[in-house]
């Protein structure tokens, strides 16, 4: 595609579920970035994949996050039993290998 | 480990006076070091970015930053400034090598352009 497609664009759920955020990286790009803005913490990493290596999962708060790419291309990030703080904007950017990353519009999740 | 530090955390400009975005970060290894900005709702897009050779780097929008490696500063200037550049910035560095687009970001400047 023209860019990084992220969906939903906004997601309201009840504290405790579980949410499925999406990101459609451009086409042909090999790096994959989820990120999560927040106002008390700013733009924090949260994981990196790069063609067939392993993720980068360094950037996860906890266990209750996950995110997989499936064929190298589609990637979901999955938070299980939602809470509160997790209430934030979570981007995801694409890139060649090595050069810069191109960043989508975001998901914007708010946990009531 | 990297961290970034954004000096501002709001700058209040008059319309075509110039500006300067502060910014200083810390790294045991050589960085790369990117610039972004945010508009309201919407994704982050990338102004400029230094990865070697001169250290006055240009960007879109008529930006520029110079790359300091004896201050560990890499700080934003505009000469004039206009009501769109009203937005938020983010500097931020990485590794390089395979963790090119692994990005910490300083907590950003919010630029407001007034008339």
């Known amino acids: 595609g023209a860019g990084v497609s992220q969906s939903p664009s906004n997601k309201v759920t009840e504290k405790g579920k579980d949410v499925e955020l999406r990101c459609d990286p451009i086409?042909?790009?090999?790096?994959l970035y989820w990120y999560r803005q927040s106002l008390g913490q700013g733009l924090e990493f949260l994981i990196y994949?790069?063609?067939?290596?392993?993720?980068?999962k360094s950037g996860l708060p906890s266990d209750r996050f996950s995110a997989e790419r499936t064929g190298g291309s589609v990637s979901t990030l999955t938070i299980q039993r939602t809470q509160q703080e997790d209430s934030a904007v979570y981007l995801c950017?694409?890139?060649?290998?090595?050069?810069?990353?191109?960043f989508g519009q975001g998901t914007r999740l708010t946990v009531v | 480990a990297q961290s970034v530090t954004q000096l501002d955390s709001q700058v209040p400009v008059f319309e075509e006076a110039p500006v300067e975005l502060r910014c200083n970060y810390s790294?045991?290894?050589?960085?790369?070091l990117f610039w972004y900005v945010q508009y309201p709702n919407q994704g982050l897009q990338l102004l400029l970015k230094?990865?070697?050779?001169?250290?006055l780097v240009k960007g879109i929008n008529g930006f520029e930053a110079e790359f300091n490696k004896s201050q560990t500063s890499f700080h934003l200037r505009k000469p004039s400034v206009h009501i769109s550049d009203t937005a938020e910035y983010f500097c931020?560095?990485?590794?390089?090598?395979?963790?090119?687009?692994?990005?910490?970001f300083g907590q950003g400047t919010i630029l407001t352009v007034h008339p």
């Open positions: 950017a694409s890139s060649l290998r090595n050069t810069e990353a191109f």
């Open positions: 086409s042909g790009h090999t790096a």
């Open positions: 994949f790069q063609g067939n290596s392993a993720p980068d």
């Open positions: 790294s045991s290894v050589s960085v790369y």
């Open positions: 230094y990865l070697s050779g001169s250290t």
């Open positions: 931020a560095v990485s590794a390089g090598g395979t963790s090119y687009g692994k990005l910490t």
